[in-house]
Nanobody, 122 residues
Framework: QVQLVESGGGLAQAGGSLRLSCAAS????????MGWFRQVPGKDREFVAA???????YYDNSMKGRFTVSRDNAKKTCYLQMNSLKPEDTAVYYC????????????????WGQGTQVTVFS
């Protein structure tokens, strides 16, 4: 497993942008698929985006075109650039990691960060 620490959450106006970062510890970061999920109270954690160890990217349809996931293996960091934010993007955002290929279900990830709150106001 790797240890993950998210940062970059906060307040944003609708239409604005935020960039989340996920810093990982461990020597094999480059072999992990990194995922971003989000959760609001009373609902299941939902998939946002992921980037595989080969660099392939995946998005939930509602985020595609607005969010961009990327990684810097040298810095052991994964990013989620969020543009054109909407109030319904308000949630706690979690970074997650799994060894191997991409999966979209949160149960397939075995390392999680503590989460970072994103609040979008209109």
């Amino acid at each position: 497993q790797v240890q993950l620490v998210e940062s970059g959450g906060g307040l944003a106006q609708a239409g604005g942008s935020l960039r989340l970062s996920c810093a990982a510890s461990g020597r094999t970061f480059s072999s992990y698929t990194m995922g971003w999920f989000r959760q609001v109270p009373g609902k299941d954690r939902e998939f946002v985006a992921a980037i595989s160890w080969t660099g392939n990217t995946y998005y939930d349809n509602s985020m595609k075109g607005r969010f961009t996931v990327s990684r810097d293996n040298a810095k052991k960091t994964c990013y989620l650039q969020m543009n054109s934010l909407k109030p319904e993007d308000t949630a706690v955002y979690y970074c997650a990691a799994r060894q191997g290929s991409y999966k979209g279900e949160y149960g397939e990830y075995d390392s999680w960060g503590q989460g970072t709150q994103v609040t979008v106001f209109s």
